[in-house]
């Protein structure tokens, strides 16, 4: 009989019953072998820092955090990774030895890890991006465009407060348009970004028009359900490369697990399909 310790993660949001993350990291879980599970933990605001406080107790090796905690989530840690640090916001708790709790942001490189899979060719450094949203996904995707090179980064928030409050930390190569300018901001891009919730499966849409979008620009949606976004399928129209949240989620994925299972898993096609199966 094997001693292997039974190892407990999660993804902590509100709502949280449409996330796939269960599905990554049990089919990893099982594909590797290892004793464990990965749950949804649907937290609401009010209760956000019980929930933290009692992933140790309940013998958990840690948790992904989502939407609308990422960025308070923050306030419960003991270390804060740099990069966590510079983003102000956390995706993923890891849930030391001693029971101190480290935050981590791996939704940056996971996303830029999604552009590199779309297109090999793709650089950060080729031109303005924009930006539609300012929260916790906002803020990672901001920091590692910058540190991709990005010459300018436009933001366009509901809130216009929120967005200056992005642009003053992060620097001059961050500025704020107009949430009623948004469709003219896209001349001259190279990259449409949507980190807004508007367009997600049983949200409101996002009202965009990409007549002033250059042909050769991306576009791209944080949002993964549905995988075809309104704002994809218009860009997809109209000949724009299109890239859809999923790649963000599996790529951030990876180093989640490997903190808390040992084991760095692989992206596969047969982890692809058990997750398109379930749209």
């Excluded at 292997?4 to 796939?20: D, Y």
């Excluded at 779309?118 to 450094?125: E, K, L, S």
Aim: with cysteine.
């Amino acid at each position: 009989m094997s001693n292997q310790r039974f190892i407990l993660a999660g993804v902590m949001g509100w709502p949280v019953a449409h996330s796939r993350s269960p599905v990554i990291h049990n089919h990893w879980i099982a594909k590797h072998g290892l004793k464990g599970a990965y749950v949804q933990l649907s937290v609401q605001p009010e209760q956000l820092g019980d929930a933290i406080r009692g992933l140790k107790a309940l013998g958990f090796a840690g948790c992904n955090v989502t939407v609308p905690h990422k960025v308070r989530a923050m306030h419960w840690m003991d270390e804060l990774h740099p990069v966590a640090q510079r983003m102000k916001a956390i995706n993923t708790i890891v849930v030391r030895e001693d029971g101190s709790l480290l935050g981590m942001n791996n939704d940056g490189a996971g996303y830029v890890q999604s552009l590199r899979d779309a297109d090999a060719a793709w650089r950060g450094d080729t031109g303005p991006v924009l930006v539609l949203g300012s929260g916790g996904a906002a803020r990672a995707i901001v920091v590692a465009l910058l540190d991709e090179g990005a010459p300018e980064i436009r933001l366009a928030n509901r809130t216009r407060d929120k967005a200056l409050e992005l642009a003053h930390e992060f620097g001059p190569r961050v500025t704020v348009v107009d949430w009623s300018e948004r469709n003219e901001a896209m001349a001259g891009i190279s990259l449409l970004i949507n980190t807004t919730t508007l367009g997600m499966h049983g949200q409101g849409p996002l009202d965009v028009r990409l007549d002033a979008l250059p042909q050769t620009a991306m576009v791209s949606d944080a949002i993964y359900i549905p995988l075809q976004t309104p704002l994809l399928t218009a860009a997809r129209e109209r000949g724009h490369r299109t890239v859809n949240g999923l790649g963000m989620l599996l790529n951030q994925a990876r180093p989640a697990f490997e903190a808390w299972f040992g084991v760095m898993p692989e992206i596969t096609p047969e982890l692809r399909a058990a997750i398109q199966a379930t749209f």
